[in-house]
């Protein structure tokens, strides 16, 4: 990952395939509507106790082999400790843990887990059901309640690994473009190429724009530890040391969930071998008198009066309106539902 940090003449447009690949694919998707039936409690705390312990243990190693590291390398390397593949021990561990509360778990048996997934299609044939019940417990991450916000797992490992990613492209970026927000665009589009190819389409059939939304806050957190920030770095006798308390309720934002940010589902063939985007369209009207709930109102109420949209979420936002990107509103369940 650091074979061009010192050199000017590799053009940006080769960097993004290499930072990619750096990736061991194996990429999951959420259906947030399986878990509206049984909304997890708030994990927020014990989440936070992982984050902590796993940030201290960063310091210790860089303290130990890089005690002379920069600040912007000791922030990078903060995100590198938790890992930079897809499905990062932190994030296996919490799928295989009982101590967090998530939806779904594997108390409930195969056949019924998935049986009102967006993605499942009726099939004719016994031996086809049962590979849609493998091929969705591949696919479909675990939701938990992170400050009253509805996520996938999977989002815990983006905000680490491809908050890494954005952070590492952007400062190479800004050795050659001396422009922060070129540098930030350039980031993102490191993002959108692994939606549009290899982390999105091809793996699953999905443009998750809540996936790019973690990446971009992994990112945030990263540089914020080397500003006055609430939570930073400071070095002192002992080495780089983390003054206040992480706390992951200041990144995850509405925006992180797939309910509130709808994503793309693209026709055809994926390597799950199950097309989503005319599964989707027949199965989110299923849900249209649940979401019409109080309950589930009230969560859409709570995202309205707390979303802030980043920086990426605006730039996104561009890219639809100029058809660069694909528009995810037809799968949009508050237009589908006040059809």
């Given at each position: 990952l650091y074979t061009f940090?010192?050199?000017?003449?590799?053009?940006?447009?080769?960097?993004?395939?290499?930072?990619?690949?750096?990736f061991v694919v194996s990429a999951g998707e959420v259906d947030q509507y399986l878990a509206w039936n049984h909304l997890p409690n708030d994990e927020s705390h014990y989440l936070n106790k992982l984050f902590n312990a796993e940030i201290q243990s960063a310091l210790d190693d860089i303290n130990k082999n890089h005690s002379d590291c920069s600040c912007e390398e000791a922030a990078g390397k903060i995100l590198k400790h938790f890992g930079i593949g897809l499905n990062t021990p932190l994030e296996k561990m919490l799928k295989d843990s009982q101590e967090i509360d998530k939806y779904p778990t594997n108390q409930i048996h195969i056949s019924e887990r998935y049986k009102r997934?967006?993605?499942?299609?009726?099939?004719?044939?016994?031996?086809?059901?049962?590979?849609?019940?493998?091929?969705?417990?591949?696919?479909?991450?675990?939701?938990?309640?992170?400050?009253?916000?509805?996520?996938?797992?999977?989002?815990?490992?983006?905000?680490?690994?491809?908050?890494?990613?954005?952070?590492?492209?952007?400062?190479?970026?800004?050795?050659?473009?001396?422009?922060?927000?070129?540098?930030?665009?350039?980031?993102?589009?490191?993002?959108?190429?692994?939606e549009k190819n290899i982390l999105g389409k091809i793996p699953s059939g999905v443009f998750s724009f809540a996936d790019l939304e973690s990446n971009y806050q992994g990112f945030q957190f990263a540089l914020s530890l080397c500003k006055s920030d609430s939570t930073y770095l400071k070095r002192s006798g002992k080495g780089w040391e983390l003054k206040g308390v992480f706390d992951l309720r200041n990144?995850?934002?509405?925006?992180?969930?797939?309910?509130?940010?709808?994503?793309?589902?693209?026709d055809g063939f994926n390597l799950t071998l199950m097309p989503k985007s005319e599964a989707v369209l027949q199965n989110i009207p299923h849900y249209c008198l649940k979401f019409q709930s109080k309950r589930i109102q009230g969560i859409?109420?709570?995202?309205?009066?707390?979303?802030?949209?980043?920086?990426?979420?605006?730039?996104?936002?561009?890219?639809?309106?100029?058809?660069?990107?694909?528009?995810?509103?037809?799968?949009d369940i508050r237009t589908i539902c006040n059809e």
């Amino acid at each position: 990952l650091y074979t061009f940090h010192h050199s000017k003449k590799v053009p940006m447009k080769y960097l993004l395939p290499i930072f990619i690949l750096n990736f061991v694919v194996s990429a999951g998707e959420v259906d947030q509507y399986l878990a509206w039936n049984h909304l997890p409690n708030d994990e927020s705390h014990y989440l936070n106790k992982l984050f902590n312990a796993e940030i201290q243990s960063a310091l210790d190693d860089i303290n130990k082999n890089h005690s002379d590291c920069s600040c912007e390398e000791a922030a990078g390397k903060i995100l590198k400790h938790f890992g930079i593949g897809l499905n990062t021990p932190l994030e296996k561990m919490l799928k295989d843990s009982q101590e967090i509360d998530k939806y779904p778990t594997n108390q409930i048996h195969i056949s019924e887990r998935y049986k009102r997934s967006i993605f499942r299609r009726d099939l004719p044939f016994e031996k086809g059901e049962k590979f849609q019940d493998y091929s969705l417990n591949i696919q479909i991450d675990e939701v938990v309640n992170i400050g009253g916000i509805y996520i996938g797992l999977d989002k815990l490992t983006h905000f680490t690994a491809s908050g890494y990613l954005y952070y590492k492209i952007y400062m190479l970026a800004l050795e050659q473009l001396d422009s922060e927000e070129a540098a930030k665009r350039m980031a993102i589009s490191m993002g959108i190429y692994g939606e549009k190819n290899i982390l999105g389409k091809i793996p699953s059939g999905v443009f998750s724009f809540a996936d790019l939304e973690s990446n971009y806050q992994g990112f945030q957190f990263a540089l914020s530890l080397c500003k006055s920030d609430s939570t930073y770095l400071k070095r002192s006798g002992k080495g780089w040391e983390l003054k206040g308390v992480f706390d992951l309720r200041n990144y995850v934002n509405p925006f992180w969930d797939e309910f509130f940010n709808t994503s793309y589902y693209y026709d055809g063939f994926n390597l799950t071998l199950m097309p989503k985007s005319e599964a989707v369209l027949q199965n989110i009207p299923h849900y249209c008198l649940k979401f019409q709930s109080k309950r589930i109102q009230g969560i859409f109420d709570f995202y309205n009066r707390v979303a802030d949209p980043s920086y990426s979420v605006k730039y996104l936002r561009q890219l639809i309106e100029k058809g660069e990107l694909p528009d995810p509103s037809p799968f949009d369940i508050r237009t589908i539902c006040n059809e």
